[in-house]
């Protein structure tokens, strides 16, 4: 069973198209969180949710937007895409400590 | 200056080496420390989690914090070449807004070899 696991693996759009990425995590843990990690691997938080609220969120422009419908999920919608939006997107989930990562959404904007 | 420096290697070592991965950081409110595996295209793994100085030992890795020196290192024994993976420091501080919130360094590629 994944503890994390996201979808799709990989996603190809154009510029301007709106997309989604979904996550899940099966830990029962209350936190979850959505990094991007850019083509040279760092990794840079974008949002946290607690228990279906927001409770971080690193200026990351509002045309991404997340969606918490249950503690278990946690969505990123992104709209009007654009080419330095390509990059591996991480669903992340924690119960309090340390945190754990989902297989990760690679996005390719053309 | 980034919150948390990384040797950004590449890294290339023979099998049973000893591997020295190492961080600085400049923010004195991280309190708990991670190292962070990940193999090529898929999610990182977590390794060590320590939030003390000291050294913490888990089989062949050694994590080691110095706090005074803010400053920390993961230590592989006996590499093998299924180590091969980058290797990923991460902080976070102890509470306030900035709860749960992983600083990464910008991650270390080794490589080893048989």
């Known amino acids: 069973d994944t503890a994390v696991s996201q979808t799709p693996k990989y996603l190809v759009t154009q510029m301007g198209n709106d997309k989604s990425i979904k996550c899940e995590q099966n830990?029962?843990?209350?936190?979850m969180y959505w990094y991007k990690q850019d083509s040279k691997k760092f990794l840079k938080i974008m949002f946290s949710?607690?228990?279906?609220?927001?409770?971080i969120n690193e200026t990351v422009p509002n045309r991404f937007s997340p969606k918490s419908p249950d503690k278990a999920h946690l969505n990123l919608h992104i709209n009007s895409l654009e080419l330095g939006d390509s990059a591996v997107y991480f669903c992340?989930?924690?119960?309090?400590?340390?945190?754990?990562f989902g297989p990760g959404t690679r996005l390719t904007v053309l | 200056q980034k919150e948390v420096e990384q040797d950004p290697g590449p890294l290339s070592v023979p099998e049973g080496a000893i591997v020295s991965l190492n961080c600085t950081y400049s923010?004195?409110?991280?309190?708990?420390f991670m190292w962070y595996r990940q193999y090529s295209r898929k999610g990182p793994e977590l390794l060590m989690y320590?939030?003390?100085?000291g050294n913490k030992e888990d089989g062949r890795f050694t994590a080691q914090v110095d706090k005074s020196s803010k400053y920390i290192s993961l230590f592989i024994r006996d590499s093998q070449p299924s180590d091969s993976a980058t290797y990923l420091c991460?902080?976070?501080?102890?509470?306030?807004?900035?709860?749960?919130?992983?600083?990464f360094g910008q991650g270390t590629i080794l490589t080893v070899h048989p």
């Open positions: 320590t939030y003390s100085s």
């Open positions: 830990l029962g843990h209350d936190t």
């Open positions: 923010n004195s409110a991280f309190q708990y």
């Open positions: 991460a902080m976070r501080h102890a509470g306030g807004t900035s709860y749960g919130k992983l600083t």
């Open positions: 992340a989930s924690s119960p309090g400590d340390t945190q754990y």
């Open positions: 949710y607690n228990n279906k609220e927001l409770i």
